[in-house]
């Protein structure tokens, strides 16, 4: 086998590694209109509403195994409302979707507003994570999130 032979195998054997894709299933509801995924967080398994308008991950943590001494020992954030302001404790989670696992500072917050009328909800799966892949596609007929490309 020649070198320009076995360099393009090569090539293309790493362009195909970058290229993985998992396909995560996923729950649509018509109305009122979300999309759930279950995820692990910590351990846990995790209803959460899929939102793209979120730029982290926000879970209760009481769903997740996370004890008051992990959260009291975390770095915080500071939330703002019309109305007040929350200490929201971040900590370094690991999270799975299918068969991969990473790593990804979540927001545990027991005194979030989520939305009614869609059943149990642990929380909130944002951008922090799905920022992980070079792209995600939502393909409600086959009721599946496609994540391609994970970014190590």
Request: hydrophobic letters at 45%; a negative charge.
């Amino acid at each position: 086998m020649s070198i320009c032979v076995r360099l393009a195998v090569v090539f293309l054997l790493c362009a195909m590694a970058g290229a993985q894709t998992i396909t995560i299933p996923i729950e649509v509801i018509p109305e009122p209109q979300a999309i759930f995924v279950t995820a692990e967080i910590n351990g846990h398994q995790a209803r959460l509403l899929l939102d793209t308008g979120s730029l982290v991950t926000l879970v209760h943590p009481s769903r997740t195994g996370i004890t008051e001494v992990v959260l009291n020992q975390s770095a915080t954030i500071t939330a703002h409302d019309a109305h007040a302001s929350n200490i929201i404790p971040v900590v370094e989670t690991e999270v799975r979707l299918g068969d991969l696992k990473f790593r990804v500072p979540v927001l545990f917050d027991a005194n979030f507003n989520l939305p009614s009328g869609f059943g149990p909800i642990d929380g909130l799966l944002g951008l922090n994570v799905l920022m992980q892949f070079n792209s995600f596609r939502i393909d409600q007929k086959t009721r599946t999130l496609e994540l391609s490309g994970f970014q190590k």
